[in-house]
């Protein structure tokens, strides 16, 4: 094989390891820029965006293009919600939440929750919008009522119990990560051949057990440690 093919294979490869993750858009304000700023850093993972009718009235959508294929209700079918590997939701609200804890299909975001869930799919969110405790809430005043507050951490709770997973975005970002293996793992010696050279297969079933500058690998392997780390 020449040099050409050997990189389309590779690059073929690298595209096919990468985490699906389908983002649902929501027209809320606040931390929209911010977060987009944040997948924009996450090359090894593989975003498509949902965009609801309200996200496309309220807000310009066409910039999350540049971050992956925004698709609607009408492009999605819920049968190929298997073809990533989780759904997350920056953007959820006090309404989706109270909606998805009382079982409500009335929104585009709880419907595909649902369907999520049907599937059990892994559902990830951020508190940002929808918890009275957020330093959003706070700033936009929206936590000043003690029993309203309650009413929303209840159902917080409830759709926690259901299968979604709440956290910071540092912690939701490492789920996104390819390298999903444990901390002790050790690389794998060949007593036999200590000079030979490591594969890119030996590499992707152990890729935190190799360094691209202390270990001796194939082209191949050091292309896909380099990538895991962008």
Excluded at 20 to 28: A, E, H, K, N, R
Excluded at 57 to 81: H, P, R
Excluded at 114 to 121: G, K, T
Excluded at 125 to 133: I, T
Aim: with cysteine; hydrophobic share 40%.
């Amino acid at each position: 094989m020449n040099e050409k093919l050997i990189e389309r294979i590779v690059q073929q490869v690298l595209r096919q390891l990468k985490r699906q993750v389908l983002v649902v858009l929501s027209p809320v304000e606040g931390y929209q820029q911010a977060i987009y700023q944040r997948l924009a850093q996450l090359d090894s993972v593989s975003f498509s965006f949902y965009a609801t009718a309200s996200m496309h009235q309220s807000f310009d959508v066409e910039k999350w293009a540049e971050l992956g294929s925004v698709i609607n209700k009408s492009t999605l079918s819920i049968n190929s919600l298997n073809h990533y590997d989780s759904l997350f939701l920056p953007f959820i609200d006090a309404k989706v939440v109270g909606e998805i804890a009382n079982g409500l299909f009335m929104s585009e975001e709880s419907e595909l929750v649902f369907h999520a869930l049907s599937q059990n799919m892994p559902i990830l969110a951020l508190k940002y919008h929808c918890c009275p405790e957020s330093e959003l809430s706070q700033v936009l005043g929206l936590n000043k009522n003690e029993n309203y507050n309650q009413l929303i951490k209840e159902n917080i709770t409830k759709v926690i119990k259901l299968g979604v997973y709440f956290d910071s975005f540092n912690e939701i970002e490492n789920k996104f990560l390819i390298r999903d293996i444990t901390e002790n793992l050790k690389p794998e010696i060949n007593d036999e051949h200590p000079n030979r050279y490591i594969t890119l297969k030996e590499v992707m079933n152990n890729p935190r057990g190799y360094c691209a500058n202390e270990n001796k690998l194939t082209d191949s392997a050091i292309d896909y440690l380099k990538s895991l780390k962008k």
